[in-house]
C-alpha cells in the first residue's frame, strides 16, 4: 500500500453533496455485477450510515453500515475508485464502520461480497451465509443475481466491553475517531 497516497485522503461522514458521486462510483461497478446499485434516493435516505472517502474535494471511495438488529450490522455499498485502488482506502473504510458499530454496542460486522480474500485480510472471517439474519436477505430480491448468486458471506465479531478480541483488525493510527451516530435502515 502506498501511505503517502492514503494519507491525503480523509475519511468522513456523507454529506448532501456527496451523493451524485457516491452513486457514480457504486453504479459504476453494479454495472460490471460487483455490487448492488443505488439509487439518489435510496443514499438520501441512509444518508447518515454512508462515510466517504474524499481527495482533492473528490469522492474516491464510499461505504455505508446497515444496522440490522441491536447485534448485527451490514458493511455494504463499499466502493473505492478504479484510479484509487492498492491505497488502503477500503481499508480504511472498513475499519471506520467497524469503530463505528464498535461505539454503537454492535456485536458482529458483516458483507457480502465477491471480495473474500479482501475481508479476510482484514480479519473478517467466512460464515455461512444462512446463519445470518433473514433481514440481509431481505435486500438480495431486488439483486439480478438472487437465483445465482456467487457471494460469500464475511463476518467479523467484535469484542464486548471488557473481552480481548481476537478478531480484531490492526487499526491505522491516523483514522479518525467517528464521532457520528448511525440511524437503522429503514426497510
Ligand atoms: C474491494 C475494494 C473495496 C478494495 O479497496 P482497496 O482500497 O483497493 O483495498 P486496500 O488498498 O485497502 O487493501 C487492503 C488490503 O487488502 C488487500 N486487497 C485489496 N483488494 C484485494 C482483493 N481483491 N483480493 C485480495 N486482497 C485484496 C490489499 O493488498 C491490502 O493488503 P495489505 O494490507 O497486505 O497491503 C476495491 O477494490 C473496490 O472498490 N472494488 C470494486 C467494488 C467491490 O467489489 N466492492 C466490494 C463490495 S462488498
Known amino acids: ?20 458521486q457516491i452513486v457514480t462510483l457504486v453504479n459504476g461497478y453494479a454495472a460490471q455485477n460487483l455490487m448492488l446499485p443505488r439509487s439518489s434516493e435510496e443514499v438520501r435516505r441512509t444518508l447518515k450510515t454512508w462515510i466517504v472517502a474524499e481527495a482533492d474535494g473528490k469522492v ?10 441491536p447485534e448485527l450490522a451490514e458493511i455494504r455499498s463499499l466502493a473505492v475508485a478504479p484510479d484509487r485502488k492498492g491505497q488502503g482506502i477500503g481499508a480504511r473504510l472498513v475499519h471506520t464502520l467497524v469503530d463505528v458499530a464498535r ?7 458483516a458483507a457480502l ?4 480474500a479482501f475481508f479476510e485480510r482484514l480479519g473478517f472471517e467466512v460464515v455461512d451465509r444462512w446463519a445470518l439474519s433473514p433481514k440481509i436477505w431481505s435486500e438480495c430480491v431486488y ?21 480481548e478480541d481476537a478478531h480484531r483488525p490492526p487499526r491505522e493510527a491516523h483514522l479518525p475517531q467517528p464521532a457520528w451516530a448511525l440511524t437503522p435502515v429503514s426497510r
Open 1 to 20: 500500500m502506498s501511505s503517502e497516497a492514503a494519507s491525503e485522503v480523509a475519511i468522513r461522514p456523507a454529506r448532501e453533496e456527496d451523493i451524485p
Open 60 to 69: 474516491v471511495g464510499c461505504a455505508a453500515l446497515a444496522r440490522l438488529s
Open 103 to 109: 461505539q454503537e454496542g454492535i456485536k458482529q460486522v
Open 113 to 116: 461480497t465477491l471480495q473474500q
Open 143 to 163: 439483486c439480478p443475481k438472487f437465483h445465482r448468486c456467487d457471494e460469500v458471506a464475511v463476518a467479523l465479531s467484535l469484542a464486548v466491553e471488557g473481552e
